[in-house]
Nanobody
Framework: QVQLVESGGGLVQAGGSLTLSCAASEGIFSINAMGWYRRAPGKQRELVAAIASGGSTNYADSVKGRFTISRDNAKNTVYLQMNMLKPDDTAVYYC?????????WGQGTQVTVSS
C-alpha cells in the first residue's frame, strides 16, 4: 500500500514546466524531511531535491536553478516545480518522507520530456 500519493507527472516539450505534488497519509507521523528521487531508464535512482521541516533544501547539481522544492508541513505535502525541462529529466519520479523511524515512498509518477 502506498502511503504517499503523487500527482502531476506527464508529457511536456523541452523547455516546458511541470509541478509534482506528493501528499502523505495522515497515518504517517513526525515527518522530518521530504524529497524527490528519480529513476531514468538504465540509470540508478538519484536524489533530485529534498527539504527539511525547517526549510533547508538540497538539490542535485543537474537541476539547480531549474527545479524548486517546497513543503507544506501542516499538510505533509511536498511539491516540485520543474522549469526548463530537458529530455534528460525524463524519469519516474518518486517522493519520499522520512520520519523518526522509517522512510516512506510514493508510487512514482512518469515525467517525459520530448525533444
Amino acid at each position: 500500500q502506498v502511503q504517499l500519493v503523487e500527482s502531476g507527472g506527464g508529457l511536456v516539450q523541452a523547455g516546458g514546466s511541470l509541478t509534482l505534488s506528493c501528499a502523505a497519509s495522515e497515518g504517517i507521523f513526525s515527518i522530518n524531511a521530504m524529497g524527490w528521487y528519480r529513476r531514468a531508464p538504465g540509470k540508478q535512482r538519484e536524489l533530485v531535491a529534498a527539504i527539511a521541516s525547517g526549510g533547508s533544501t538540497n538539490y542535485a547539481d543537474s537541476v539547480k536553478g531549474r527545479f524548486t522544492i517546497s513543503r507544506d508541513n501542516a499538510k505533509n505535502t511536498v511539491y516540485l516545480q520543474m522549469n526548463m525541462l530537458k529530455p534528460d529529466d525524463t524519469a519516474v519520479y518518486y517522493c519520499n518522507a522520512i520520519t523518526n523511524t522509517i522512510a516512506y515512498w510514493g508510487q512514482g509518477t512518469q515525467v517525459t520530456v520530448s525533444s
